[in-house]
Nanobody, 115 residues
Framework: QVQLVESGGGLVQPGGSLRLSCVGS????????MGWYRQAPGKPREFIAT???????YYTDSVKGRFTISRDNFKNVVYLQMNSLKSEDTAVYYC?????????WGKGTLVTVSS
């Protein structure tokens, strides 16, 4: 059974940095895509960034230049380096992985940006 587990969330001041990690288990095969979404209180879940197995990356406009996604295909791990954090980045961050037409989700990790 495929499982995704996120870590690295927490409380950080505006302008600070955090690095999120997501580890996929229960499979020996690489995911075709791994990415991050977030959901702020009272808002729908939104796409943040994705990384393909070939190395291509794509970001939503609001995080370009501040967030960097990277992945280790052999370990089925995806990272999200978040810099210059703003209060509006406060949300639960979810990892998503895709393979063979199936989507898998983690349970999320909370990021709170506040002074």
């Amino acid at each position: 059974q495929v499982q995704l587990v996120e870590s690295g969330g927490g409380l950080v001041q505006p302008g600070g940095s955090l690095r999120l990690s997501c580890v996929g288990s229960g499979t020996v095969f690489s995911f075709s895509a791994m990415g991050w979404y977030r959901q702020a209180p009272g808002k729908p879940r939104e796409f943040i960034a994705t990384a393909s197995s070939g190395g291509g990356t794509y970001y939503t406009d609001s995080v370009k230049g501040r967030f960097t996604i990277s992945r280790d295909n052999f370990k089925n791990v995806v990272y999200l380096q978040m810099n210059s954090l703003k209060s509006e980045d406060t949300a639960v961050y979810y990892c998503k992985a895709a393979r063979d037409g199936m989507d898998y989700w983690g349970k999320g990790t909370l990021v709170t940006v506040s002074s």
